[in-house]
């Protein structure tokens, strides 16, 4: 029993940040129809801004969790920043032409960014400090569950309780709601598409910094190649929870997550993407649309 | 009459034909290896080495009084023009040979000495098959075979740290997966301790606590694991916040100064298996200086292993008394002999004893070597 809990927790962990990033795609894809490629890479430029800022501010003096929360801040709006400027440099000027160009662009936008990390700072494997410290009250069961991994569920759980609330309750979320509805409606009625979907790359820029800051610091390493298993493995959770849909993305992050572990803790590590993507293949086929996607008729 | 005098011709004719090998005045080292196409720079340095080893062993006076005379063959590393090179090296009297350089062309060429009882002894052959199978008894090496890592890292987990419980894991890739399946087999031949884990991970997975919680789990006392540094810094650090006391022993792809600068104070403690420390050897020094005054340059890939064998081979020779295969067979089985990868002898299946790892561990920041 205790085994299939630190398994189960395990799972949650790695589902959590899963959807983290798996929102980013969720919500782009919700109100333009795009794929963004370049989500990983946004993930992983959050973890090497966290790196750097963490790097100069050890040289302050600072300690951990100050640093932990001046790093991720600084990420977070760093990472906005390349959010922004990707979607006003490879998206915007293409944004009536045919599908397929915009996503061509994104695979471009990520091997640029991939390789433009590599060169700028290194293609080596660098070492994360530990931000989160341990906490004495985890001690006795640190072994099922250490304090990083609490962090990064709290730290999920009420970033999403914000974007939640964001999404129902602001005038922003309305406006990308009436988006996702109907985007020519929308302009109709007064809402400023371009910004809302600007928007919509920034929140999740955000959400995506915050993943890589936290896993950086979990895993104790970051490289410029990190972003992309994060962002195939987001996306997979994404389309399973049923892409558009953003309690699917953080569904399908969660049973992803839950699926690799099991699998890996009881059948074999071996096997650990095998069953992942027979999930994916398996849910797809009884539910094309996803866990929670809502079929659409395409209006042709 | 007659007949007499047909016998004595005949006799006259072997004895005319037998001459070249009979009254031999030399010993002849043959060199086979690929000393031309793009396979060269595996080539030319161990036999540059021989030319070297040669050279001052004439000056000194060569061997049982008897200058020691080079024959030169190129195979190109191709198995079918190795078959060649070995043929012609028989016919031309060879004694020993140095060679060959790849593993497939010193396996084409092998049956050819072994027939014609020629010892062979390779610098740089590292297929594990060639001593192993017992196929070729006349097969000789100074350099570890591809398994010798694995060998020395189970003989380490299973005598020096008591190891009952193994888990081994490996990234899936070539090197990675063969280190680890030859740990598997030698920990179930061993008789002393068993493999409970063994699988694959995949590398760049986000983190590995599931792989982690199996460890311990099935409470092994250590895990092998073959791979590269990335995943093992991300192993030790998760087994560390796991608190667990389980040993990390690791490969030669694990021995980089990233794993100690990204696992940090996981790191510590951490063994691996690497390429022993030949700088401290005298020996080794001095060929390099030898090869750096005769040419101007580094050496290349395994002149140290080559220059190690020309000395074995002609040593042997000189121990035997003679080139007769099964004195110099024993020679090289019984007598140590001082080179620059160490002081060697042979095993039976034609391994060089004492050549290639190390086994190191983490201690300070920095790998010390255990002696």
């Known amino acids: ?300 | 009459m007659k007949g007499f005098n047909l016998l004595l011709a005949a006799l006259v004719a072997c004895v005319t034909l037998a001459t070249p090998t009979l009254a031999a005045d030399t010993i002849k080292l043959g060199v086979a290896g690929p000393h031309s196409g793009d396979l060269a720079p595996y080539g030319i340095p161990a036999m540059k080495a021989a030319q070297l080893v040669v050279k001052k062993i004439n000056a000194k006076g060569g061997v049982l009084g008897k200058q020691v005379e080079l024959l030169i063959q190129d195979d190109q590393c191709k198995p079918e023009i190795a078959t060649n090179t070995a043929t012609k090296l028989v016919t031309q009297g060879a004694d020993v040979v140095l060679g060959h350089i790849c593993s497939g062309a010193t396996k084409a060429a092998l049956g050819i000495y072994k027939d014609a009882k020629i010892p062979v002894m390779s610098p740089s052959a590292t297929n594990p098959g060639l001593t192993q199978s017992g196929d070729y008894p006349n097969f000789y090496r100074t350099i570890a075979s591809d398994d010798m890592q694995a060998k020395l890292a189970v003989d380490f987990a299973i005598d020096k740290l008591g190891a009952k419980k193994v888990a081994v894991l490996h990234d899936k890739g070539d090197y990675g997966k063969g280190f680890a399946e030859f740990a598997k087999k030698f920990v179930d031949e061993s008789g002393k301790a068993e493999v409970v884990l063994f699988e694959g991970i995949t590398p760049g997975a986000m983190d590995y606590s599931s792989i982690v919680q199996k460890i311990r789990r099935v409470k092994a006392d250590i895990l092998i694991f073959g791979g590269y540094h990335p995943e093992a810094s991300k192993l030790v650090a998760q087994m560390k916040r796991k608190r667990m006391k389980t040993a990390f022993l690791s490969d030669d792809g694990v021995k980089d100064v990233s794993f100690i600068k990204v696992a940090g104070a996981a790191a510590e403690g951490a063994y691996m298996t690497g390429p022993r420390d030949l700088s401290t050897i005298p020996l080794n020094a001095a060929a390099t200086a030898e090869f750096k005054a005769a040419y101007g340059e580094d050496p290349g890939a395994f002149f140290q292993e080559g220059y190690s064998a020309a000395m074995a081979l002609l040593n042997a020779i000189e121990k035997a008394g003679s080139t007769d295969y099964a004195a110099v067979t024993k020679a090289l089985q019984t007598q140590y002999v001082e080179t620059p990868v160490g002081k060697i002898k042979f095993d039976g299946k034609g391994d060089a004893e004492g050549v290639g790892f190390s086994v190191y561990q983490v201690k300070g920041g920095q790998f010390a070597e255990l002696k």
């Open chain 1, 1 to 300: 029993m205790e085994y299939f809990i630190e398994l189960f927790l395990g799972g949650l962990t790695r589902g959590s940040i899963y959807a983290l990033i798996a929102l980013g795609y969720t919500m782009v894809y919700g109100i333009i129809q795009l794929i963004n490629f370049a989500h990983g890479e946004i993930y992983m430029i959050g973890a090497f801004v966290a790196y750097i800022v963490c790097g100069v501010l050890t040289i302050y003096g600072f300690h951990g969790v100050s640093i932990l929360i001046i790093a991720g801040l600084l990420a977070v709006v760093y990472s906005c920043a390349y959010g922004y400027t990707l979607e006003k440099v490879a998206y915007r000027p293409l944004r009536n032409a045919p599908r397929l160009s915009p996503l061509i662009s994104a695979i471009g936008m990520s091997i640029f960014l991939q390789n433009y990390v590599l060169l700028a700072q290194t293609p080596d494997f660098l070492p994360f400090p530990a931000l989160i410290p341990d906490f004495e009250f985890m001690e006795p069961i640190a072994h099922i569950i250490g304090s990083p991994e609490l962090v990064i569920l709290v730290t999920t759980l009420v970033t999403m309780i914000m974007l939640t609330l964001l999404i129902k309750y602001t005038k922003i979320g309305k406006a990308m709601r009436a988006t996702q509805q109907d985007m020519s409606m929308a302009r109709l009625v007064g809402i400023n598409v371009d910004r809302v979907i600007s928007t919509t790359f920034v929140i999740g820029s955000a959400l995506a910094a915050i993943g890589g800051v936290l896993v950086a610091s979990y895993i104790g390493q970051v490289n410029f190649y990190i972003g992309f298993l994060a962002g195939v493995k987001a996306f997979t959770a994404a389309v399973l929870g049923g892409i558009g849909s953003v309690p699917g993305a953080v569904l399908g992050g969660l049973v992803l997550g839950l699926t690799e572990s099991f699998a890996a803790g009881y059948i074999s590590s071996d096997y650990e993407d095998v069953f992942a993507f027979g999930l994916l293949v398996l849910i797809l086929i009884l539910r094309p649309a996803g866990i929670l996607g809502r079929a659409t008729k395409q209006k042709v």
